[in-house]
Every structure is written in structure tokens, then in C-alpha cells.
């Protein structure tokens, strides 16, 4: 560059991209492996599973591991590992949908309440407040009163009960994103508003989006395992990992505590994996930020 | 390195120096963790200051200016590696702790580059201003409130008591940077550390500022390092100034010959680069190349060869000494046959 | 905004019983055939026939009266029966809090403070416990506590006030484990972030004592998000509150709401939501307040993302 005075340039948003999961580390590597395992499993558990898991059989009831059967009986006879692997159908497809659901329509309230501001934004903002005053659980217990138990509606209602805060998170971001001078410079130029939102201010944030998106992942595990744990979403006799710690409590206190204890450690197991591999991603998406 | 023996060379008419220096910077290297390696940012690095005297340390990015500050006052990263030696009234800075060491804090004070950053924000401007007083000299809470608002006087910020309930977000920035020179002169120190007080502050405000800290100074009689990027801003203020490059000192001299006769030429460059709203130009006159930090430097060259017009074979033979030259030293191996060649006669 | 919300809730509650599917004549009646004057006579009196923003208004009416209808299954007033479960949920979200606030700031600041050995292991035992559901606490606090020690006991609500606390103990602990852990790391976090801030180096170069440094510029300022998150932690509980109840077989709000959600009985549904709505948005206000009270920057109303 020879000597002149130097201009500083609008660079039009370049997307930071996800490197990719090799780059965060042991754990983040350990979780990743963990979630991978766990989706083969949901996709492929049918398959897997030797015997069948939801045919009763009382004769067989509470007893321990042995003989191809690694994790022994449930309450009602049936083999345990079976509908773990079953089980992990439900068990990661409603956060899926959960995830998915509550992310798409919160970025798009957040970037138009960005993009907009002024009475739009106050608009979106005042409506996220109040829905900040239900609980998931909450919304879950009235979606039941109204349409009764099941996932669909358990998944919907934890969608919208997370969608104010993966809201919040991103217009936070947004609005960032959208006071740089890059922005202006495409405007300047005559992009219109959609396509510098979707080309080049979103992808900006996707970082921010897909490390939200994973922890949030995990809460929706826990949430949903706790609806059907109450009986609000997936119902007996379907194997799901929530589910099958309602059934076999009462093992606990009778001595054959295995049964509701894989099932819990199921859970606790793919959460930890999301959560820590979430938190790997947060860090990179603010570091790439600086 | 050898003590500068231009002690008489002090120009303006400042008090009769004190036969000792008043701080005492010798050999001074530092290294820090980075990247898994220490890497060196200051290396050698050797200033004087004697009581009641000014010295500008200029330098850009990266050139250690701010480092020596912190090394003076003790405010280094955990794990960084300190060499040479720190003397403040002939005390060892780097052995002192406990009393010794907050009476040397009350001695030495520091002013911030950004005062917002360095203000704590839910912490009132009068907590601010009397902490040191109140918990390091015992000085009770009414005394040290009356002590805060005359010496806002002093700085040009108004308002009294009522000043001091305030809170920084409710102060400008030029408003923020007074109250930490007023709290920085509370303790009565007798070194002044600045490290670029007016760089975060727009022009207007900038020489505002930049008054209230020589007008204080003087009338205070206290000794200043003035750590800055501005060449002009150091000379015009400073008996002496001091220009780093790299991690290292490479020129000192009497600020009102530093700008007519310069022994470095990266300090020629400095100042040429400057532009001068007096004379109309075809180009602008920028240094080839970037700054380079200490841990990028080559250690057994001089490290402004690459960018300097004026480097030969021997500049990266081997490491230019720090050597006397009359009355201010230079790391320049050609300083000597240079001179007349580097001052702002010669352009480009 | 806070009426705003309690308004807004209390009409989606209004609205979800509303639309739940069910014949309310046959709901009051049992499902026995009633004769047409009485028909008519329980259609005026619960205005089955108005308009539904008519019914709106009487219920809402109704309830900050503190009448809350009548319990179709168990046929009391709602209000009674609410008033005979929630100590027991106060109760566990209190004893909760307090497990929270004491365990969970207390390792985040131990942490936080003493680099090596204590934060390492606060680190990796928070990142586990982050993990572990309510329910899943349950069950192995259960195994542990109960079934193996024998110290505490599984399920039910106990008498008096001791062995009350008794029992809510482990219940507690289920609840208060996750967010405990989150609280833990959040206060971590905030303590290093704060240590590391300019303000402290300001601090530092004035000789101010390690002590006080820790005490006025770095806890007083971490204060502020370890308040926030400690809040939101423990408005959450009220919602969590259900699944604890339900484990441990308690007879509180949150067990009770879900029976009443699976046997549809509405008018219990729609009593404790309101009131667990109401208690959320509150415990949220007052989180709102305290970070005002913080944060000299912030004014009322505007807590910061």
C-alpha cells in the first residue's frame, strides 16, 4: 500500500462461519460425541432394540440385568434397554421441534424489531414482556386443560414459552449488528431491507443463533422429560425417557431403582452434552463479536 | 545503560533539581504469557525522571509506552516476567509491599487513558475521589470531602458537594477525566503517571484538558511521565521527551530540540509524518510500513532498519546501544553522521 | 407493564378454559340429566349464555373478589382449596430459595475468588448438576436419602411445622439442585469478569487494601447479575414446583393444578394459574427493583437484556 491517507473501508458483512465443532476443544468434542450417538440412536433405536417395548409382561416384572437383557425389566415387564433406545425417538424429537419453532419465529421478531425500531420494536418488545409471564410448564398445564395430553401440544406450548427469550438474546444482537457501518453502506447502496437481513445481517449472528439454539436444546430436554414425567406429554405405554421415570419411581423405594435411574441418566447424560457444547459455541459466537 | 549526563540540559526554568532522581528506570525488561510463550514487550528499557521534571514517552501501537507505565506502578498482568531494575527515591519499586507499598501507590499516582472504563460505575464521584484518603491516610470523611471539592475547583468542574453524589454515567467525558486527575492529586503524590489522558477525549476537550494537567502540575511542582502518541503534544508540555519504539527507547531529548534536530530517524519520520496545516502538500507523508511490537522485533538488528531510509549493513549486524549524543541519547548506529540530515529540512 | 402482563395472562387463561372442549351444564351437573328450570337456572347464574368478553369480565371480577368458582370434582370453592395447599408450595419454593441463594452464591464466590483446585471442581460439579432435572434429583435423592440412609422421608407432607421441614427437605433440594448450579456459574462468571474490569486496576494503583477491593469494587458490582439471575432462577421454581410436588407426592399447587388439568377441571385450572402467573410476574418485579436499586445506571422499568 503506498504511502497515502488511509480510508477505512465498508467492508460489506463478511459471515463469520461456524468453523466447525473440531476447533472448541475436549469437551466440546466429547459432547458433540455424545449428541451423535444419541441422534444415531433416536433415528436408528428401532432398529436396535431386540425385543419389543411396549409389550407387558408381569411375569418378567423388576427383574435385573442378565442373560442379552443389559438392563433388565421395567414396572411392567418389559426389557429397559429396548425402550431406552426406543424411547429416544421422543426424547430428542420434541426439542427438535421445540428448538426449531421457538428459534425461527424469535429471530424473526427480533431482526424486525432491530430493523424496524422506533414503534415496531416497542411493539414486539411490550408483546415478548407479557408472554415472559408464562412458564413453560404453565403454558403446557393449559395447552393439556384445552387439547389434552400429548407432545404436539406440550412441544407448542414450550415454543412459545421460549421463543420471548431467544427473542430478547438476538434483538440484543441484532440491533448491534445493525449500527454497523457496513449496514449503512448497503443501504446507501440500495439493498433492500430483506436482502441485507437475510444475506448479510443474520448470517452475522448465526453464530449467536446456533449457540442459543444448542443450549436452548437443552433445556427443552428437560422441560419435556418434566411434562411427560407429569403426564402431560407423551403418554404410558409410549417409551419415552420421561415417561419411564414416572412409571418406575415406584421401584425406587421397593428396591429395583435401575429401570428409572437409566432412564434419568439418559437425560442428564445428552443435556450435559448439550449444555456444555452450547456453552463452547456461546463463546466463539461473543470471542468472533470482539 | 549509562544515566543521561545531560542533567543541566533542562531548559525552561524548572526548580533547581534535586541531586538524585526521583524515579530510576534501569534495564528495564518485561515479558508476558501469549500464545503460550513469553514473549518480551519492553526490552532494555532505561528513563530518568528527576523531581518536579516532565518527561514525554512517545511512541505508536504497540511501542511500550503504556507497559513502562504499568511497570512503574506495579499494575502488571500476573505471570509477567520483569528484568532490570525500578528505584523510586533509591527504594527497589519491585521488593516493597505492604505499608511500603501503599505509601509508594500514594507517591506515585496514575491517570488512565479511558476514564469511563476506569471509573467504577456504581461507586458515587466523592466514594471515588476520597477512597485513597480515607483508607489509606486515615483521613476522616467530612475532611476528605472538603479536600475532593477544592481540588474540583482546582480542575474547573463546579458544583461542590453535590458533584460528589453524583455518579460517572452522569458526567461527560472530559468532565470524568478532570475528576481523575482532581482524585489522582488528592493523595499529594509526587510523581504523576499519565498514560494518554486526552487520547479517548474529542480535540476541544482534549486541550481543556491537557491545561488543567501542566497548569497543576507546575504550580504542584510534581514530576510527570506523559505517555503519549503525539509527538508535538509531548514536546510542547514535557522538558524531555523519550521516543519508544518496539519495546525500546530509542531517542531522548530536550522536547525544544527534539522537533529542529532530531537524533533518531524514526523520530524524524514521526514528526514529518505530522501534517502541517501551514504548508500545502501533494502527499502525505506516512511510514512505510507498520509499527512493530516488541515481541515482532528481531533481537540482533535494530528493529527500525526494515522501514528506515537510511539503514545500511551494519544497522542489522548487530543491536544498536542506547549512546550519548549531545545531551540526549539515540539508538540510531548513524545518529552522529545524520544529524542536520533527519530534522524537518529534509522531507521524504 | 407489570398490570399489563397480569392482564394479558389472566385472559389467555380466561380464553384457554374457555376454548377447552366439554359441556359446562354437564360439568356442573356430574353428567346427570337435569330438569330445563334447572338448566336455566345454572345458565344465569354463571352466565353460560353471555358473550365470552361478558363472562370474561365477571370472572375476572370474580377472582380479585377472591371468589374463584367451584371445583367440579371436588365441589368446594376453589379459593378454599387452594388456601389448604399453599403452604406446602410456599413452603418448598421458599426452603428452595434459601438452598439457592446460600449454596449456589456461596460456591460461585469461592470460585470465583480462589483460582485452582476450588474453582476447577465448582466448575465441572456445576456443569453436571446444571444438567439434572428436578425429577431425576428426585429419584436419586430418593434412592440415596431416603430409601438407602433411611435420613429423610419419600413422599408425603408430614405434621407440624418441624416435621413438615422434615419432609420438604429433599423435595427442596430436587428443586433447588439445577438452579443452583446455574446460579453457581453465573456468579462465577461475574465475580472473574468484575476482577478483571479497569476500574479495579484505578483501585489497584492506589494502594487500596485487597480486602476492601474485593468488597466495594468487585462483589458490589457482581452483584448486579448474580441478583438478576438469582431471581429468574427462583421465579422459575414456581413453574418447577409441579414436578417436585408430583414426585415426592406432595399436596401442594403445582401437583394439584396437574390432576385438574388431566380431569379438566377448569375452574381449578384457571384459579391456579392465575395465582402462579400472578406470583411470577411479582417475584420478576422485584427483581426488576432490586437491579434498579444496583445499578445506578439503570432507571425503573428497564432491566437490561
Known amino acids: 500500500m503506498s504511502a497515502g491517507i488511509p480510508v477505512a473501508v465498508a467492508e460489506p458483512g463478511r459471515p463469520r462461519v ?148 431467544v427473542a430478547r ?33 443474520i448470517p452475522n449472528i448465526l453464530p ?18 418434566a411434562i411427560s414425567f407429569l403426564g402431560l406429554g407423551v403418554q404410558p405405554p409410549k417409551p419415552d425417557w420421561g415417561v419411564m421415570i414416572s412409571e418406575n419411581q415406584t421401584g425406587i423405594v421397593q428396591g ?31 470471542a468472533g463479536r470482539g | 545503560m549509562s544515566e543521561p549526563a545531560a542533567a543541566s540540559q533542562t531548559v525552561a526554568p524548572a526548580p533547581a533539581a534535586a541531586a538524585a532522581p526521583l524515579l530510576e528506570v534501569e534495564g528495564l525488561t518485561v515479558r508476558l504469557r501469549a500464545g503460550g510463550a513469553m514473549q518480551p514487550v519492553l526490552r532494555d528499557v532505561s528513563v530518568t525522571i528527576r523531581a518536579g521534571e516532565a518527561l514525554g514517552l512517545v511512541g505508536e501501537s504497540g511501542s511500550g509506552k503504556s507497559m513502562t507505565a504499568r511497570a512503574i506502578d506495579r499494575l502488571l498482568p500476573d505471570g509477567a516476567e520483569v528484568d532490570g531494575s525500578i528505584r523510586y527515591e533509591g527504594h527497589d519499586v519491585a521488593s516493597l509491599s505492604g505499608t511500603g507499598l501503599r505509601q509508594y501507590r500514594n507517591q506515585v499516582a496514575m491517570i488512565f487513558q479511558d476514564p469511563r472504563a476506569h471509573t467504577n460505575p456504581v461507586r458515587r464521584i466523592g466514594d471515588f475521589m476520597t477512597e485513597a484518603l480515607r483508607t489509606n491516610l486515615g483521613v476522616p470523611g467530612a475532611e476528605a470531602n472538603r479536600r475532593a471539592v477544592e481540588m474540583l475547583e482546582q ?20 468532565m470524568l477525566q478532570r475528576v481523575m486527575i482532581a482524585a489522582a492529586l488528592l493523595t499529594e503524590p509526587r510523581l504523576l503517571l499519565a498514560d494518554e489522558p486526552t487520547t479517548a477525549l474529542d480535540v476541544t476537550t482534549q486541550s481543556e484538558v491537557m491545561a488543567i494537567l501542566d497548569d497543576l502540575r507546575r504550580e504542584f511542582g510534581l514530576a510527570m511521565l506523559f505517555i503519549t502518541h503525539d509527538l508535538e503534544l509531548a514536546a ?45 502538500a501533494a502527499r502525505l507523508l506516512a511510514i512505510p510500513g507498520r509499527p512493530l511490537s516488541a515481541f515482532e522485533a528481531p533481537a540482533a538488528e535494530c528493529a527500525f532498519a526494515p522501514r528506515c531510509a537510511h539503514a545500511q549493513e551494519a544497522c542489522r549486524a548487530a543491536l544498536p546501544e542506547l549512546a550519548e549524543l549531545d545531551g540526549g541519547l539515540s539508538r540510531c548506529r548513524r545518529a552522529s553522521e545524520l544529524r542536520g540530515r533527519l530534522g524537518t529540512a529534509s522531507d521524504g | 407493564m407489570l398490570l399489563a402482563s397480569l392482564l394479558v395472562a389472566s385472559f389467555v387463561i380466561f380464553a384457554a378454559t374457555y376454548l377447552a372442549p366439554g359441556n359446562p351444564i354437564a360439568a356442573l351437573s356430574g353428567g346427570r340429566s337435569l330438569p330445563a328450570s334447572s338448566v336455566h337456572v345454572l345458565e344465569q347464574r354463571y352466565h353460560l349464555n353471555a358473550p365470552f368478553f361478558t363472562q370474561y369480565w365477571y370472572w375476572l371480577g370474580n377472582a380479585l373478589h377472591g371468589n374463584l368458582g367451584i371445583s367440579i370434582t371436588l365441589r368446594e370453592n376453589v379459593s378454599t382449596l387452594i388456601a389448604s395447599r399453599i403452604w406446602t408450595t410456599a413452603g418448598l419454593v421458599l426452603y428452595a430459595s434459601v438452598l439457592i441463594l446460600v449454596f449456589g452464591i456461596g460456591m460461585g464466590l469461592a470460585a470465583g475468588l480462589r483460582p485452582g483446585l476450588v474453582d476447577t471442581s465448582t466448575v465441572v460439579l456445576t456443569a453436571i448438576s446444571a444438567a439434572i432435572p428436578a425429577f431425576v434429583a428426585a429419584i436419586v435423592l430418593i434412592l440415596v436419602f431416603a430409601v438407602k440412609l433411611g435420613w429423610f422421608p419419600a413422599i ?4 407440624g411445622v418441624l416435621d413438615d421441614v422434615r419432609h420438604l427437605t429433599l423435595p427442596a433440594l430436587s428443586l433447588a439442585v439445577s438452579s443452583l448450579a446455574i446460579v453457581a456459574r453465573i456468579t462465577r462468571a461475574a465475580v472473574r469478569e468484575e476482577r478483571e474490569r479497569d476500574h479495579v486496576q484505578t483501585a489497584i494503583s492506589r494502594g487500596i487494601p485487597a480486602r476492601q477491593l474485593i468488597r466495594r469494587h468487585v462483589l458490589r458490582n457482581a452483584a448486579i447479575p448474580i441478583t438478576t439471575i438469582a431471581g429468574i432462577t427462583i421465579a422459575s421454581l414456581i413453574a418447577v414446583a409441579a414436578v417436585v410436588e408430583t414426585a415426592f407426592s406432595l399436596n401442594g399447587l403445582g401437583a394439584y393444578l396437574v390432576q385438574s388439568a388431566q380431569s ?22 422485584l427483581v426488576d427493583v432490586l437491579y434498579a436499586m444496583l445499578d445506578p445506571r439503570v432507571s425503573l422499568g428497564s432491566r437490561a437484556a
Open chain 1, 256 to 286: 429395583y431403582p435401575l429401570p428409572a435411574l437409566a432412564a434419568g441418566l439418559c437425560i442428564v447424560a445428552v443435556v450435559i452434552a448439550f449444555n456444555v457444547l452450547g456453552e463452547r459455541l456461546f463463546e466463539r459466537a461473543q
Open chain 2, 155 to 174: 480542575v474547573g468542574v463546579g458544583g461542590g458537594a453535590r458533584r460528589l453524589r453524583q455518579h460517572p454515567h452522569e458526567l461527560s467525558g472530559g
Open chain 3, 156 to 159: 408425603g407432607n408430614g405434621t
Open chain 1, 208 to 225: 449467536l443463533i446456533v449457540a442459543q439454539a444448542t443450549i436452548l436444546f437443552g433445556y427443552a430436554m428437560v422441560d419435556l422429560a
Open chain 2, 236 to 280: 510542547a508540555i514535557c522538558d524531555r521527551t523519550a521516543v519508544m519504539y518496539a519495546g525500546q527507547i530509542v531517542e531522548v531529548r530536550s522536547s525544544d530540540r527534539l522537533h529542529d534536530d532530531p537524533l533518531h530517524p524514526y523520530t524524524a519520520a514521526l514528526a514529518a509524518a505530522r501534517p502541517d496545516i501551514s504548508r500545502t
Open chain 1, 169 to 201: 438474546v438476538l434483538r440484543g444482537a441484532a440491533l448491534r449488528e445493525r449500527s454497523q457501518p457496513y449496514v449503512a453502506a448497503l443501504e446507501v447502496q440500495g439493498a433492500s431491507a430483506s436482502s441485507i437481513c437475510l444475506r448479510h445481517l
Open chain 3, 264 to 285: 379438566k377441571d377448569l375452574a381449578v385450572v384457571q384459579g391456579i394459574s392465575l395465582l402462579l402467573v400472578t406470583a411470577f410476574v411479582v417475584v420478576n418485579l
Open chain 1, 18 to 165: 461456524l468453523i466447525g465443532v473440531q476447533s472448541t476443544g475436549l469437551a466440546g468434542i466429547a459432547s458433540a460425541a455424545v449428541i451423535a450417538v444419541a441422534t444415531l440412536v433416536a433415528v436408528f433405536g428401532p432398529l436396535l432394540a431386540r425385543t419389543d417395548p411396549e409389550l407387558p409382561n408381569l411375569s418378567l416384572a423388576w427383574i435385573g440385568p442378565g442373560g442379552g437383557h443389559l438392563l433388565g425389566f421395567d414396572v411392567q415387564g418389559r426389557d429397559v434397554l429396548s425402550r431406552l433406545l426406543v424411547g429416544a425417538r421422543t426424547s430428542m424429537l420434541g426439542p427438535l421441534v421445540v428448538v426449531i419453532v421457538s428459534v425461527v419465529t424469535g429471530t424473526g421478531f427480533a431482526v424486525v424489531a432491530a430493523w424496524r425500531r422506533g414503534a415496531a420494536d416497542a411493539v414486539i418488545s411490550s408483546g415478548l414482556d407479557i408472554l415472559f409471564a408464562f412458564p413453560g410448564i404453565l403454558l403446557a398445564v393449559l395447552a393439556t386443560a384445552i387439547f389434552g395430553a400429548g407432545l404436539p401440544a406440550a412441544a407448542i406450548s414450550l415454543s412459545i414459552a421460549y421463543m420471548p427469550y
